[in-house]
């Protein structure tokens, strides 16, 4: 079999005799090259046309597994989150307990201050006031914890607002008590008391201005209120003498004593050993002679004695 090929009117046609098997191997080969070559490109056209989708859902994948990390991490706040908030209930209900302790103890203290309960009313919020504050956190707890927490911080402030006010009362109650001529100067026994009594040299009437406390010779002798020491010397009849001014209208007197401890101008506070018992003076035996006086007067030291700060 023979194929002419004619490529121009004045060209001799070219003639290529199939039968010839080199010629036959040249065509197969072209052939094969050029339905290779459809192929490479048929392939080609294809990953053109399909990449764009592939990388799609590459992206998505990537995505999913992104919003599974974040889930994962979201649950894990989320229980860290409720353990915290269950702590914080904890300890919001020991806070609340410890706010009822709070008001029981400001209860007693206004039993024991003997004060007026209506006063101090540890049920009742006291008045209060100011300009109101609109600027927020932007973060807000559970409803039921947020509301728990509130109500104990409006408790607390109400507790500190009434204990100050009680401190402050109970301050000024206990320094007025210091300045309050209370309880026995030195241990013992009262052996002459105030008032008209006969004398014990002469044995005539005469008006006792204090007490008489029987006590063992060199016993202290102790302030019983706060107040500045006037006086500590020798006076006629009362031997060796300590007067103390209160300051509130008080004036105490301890005579008789063997020896003083202190100086005018000194400041003494409760229960300060101020000298030692003894019977110098007009004095029969070792006592301590104990007067107060009030605004000027002397009062019967009995009441004052017998009191209980």
């Known amino acids: 079999m023979q194929i002419i090929l004619v490529s121009h009117a004045r060209k001799l046609p070219k003639t290529l005799d199939l039968a010839n098997r080199r010629l036959r191997w040249k065509l197969l080969s072209l052939l094969s090259l050029a339905v290779l070559a459809c192929v490479s490109l048929g392939a080609a056209l294809a990953l053109v046309i399909a990449s764009p989708r592939d990388h799609a859902l590459a992206q998505l994948h990537d995505l999913q597994q992104q919003i599974r990390q974040q889930d994962s991490q979201l649950g894990s706040v989320r229980v860290d989150a409720q353990r915290s908030l269950n702590a914080l209930a904890v300890k919001l209900g020991q806070l609340q307990a410890q706010s009822t302790r709070l008001n029981a103890l400001g209860e007693r203290l206004v039993q024991v201050g003997k004060l007026d309960g209506g006063e101090f009313d ?16 932007g973060y807000a707890l559970p409803p039921s914890l947020e509301t728990g927490i509130d109500q104990l911080t409006g408790q607390f402030n109400t507790q500190q607002a009434q204990l100050s006010a009680l401190q402050s009362l109970l301050l000024d109650a206990r320094i007025e008590s210091n300045l309050k001529p209370t309880g026995m100067p030195v241990p013992g026994y009262i052996s002459s008391y105030f008032g008209v009594r006969p ?9 006792h201005t204090g007490i008489d406390i029987a006590t063992p010779y060199g016993t202290s002798v102790h302030a019983v209120a706060e107040g500045m020491v006037t006086y500590a010397g020798v006076r006629r009849g009362y031997g060796n003498v300590v007067e103390i001014d209160h300051g509130n209208g008080y004036m105490t007197r301890y005579a008789h004593n063997s020896k003083l401890d202190v100086h005018p101008g000194q400041h003494v506070q409760v229960g300060d050993v101020i000298a030692q018992a003894g019977s110098t003076g007009r004095s029969t035996g070792s006592h301590v002679h104990f007067e107060v006086w009030y605004d000027g007067r002397v009062v019967n030291p009995l009441a004052f004695v017998r009191n209980h700060r």
């Open 199 to 207: 004398d014990p040299f002469d044995g005539q009437s005469e008006r």
């Open 122 to 137: 540890f049920d009742q919020a006291p008045a209060v006031g100011g300009v109101e504050d609109s600027s927020g956190t």
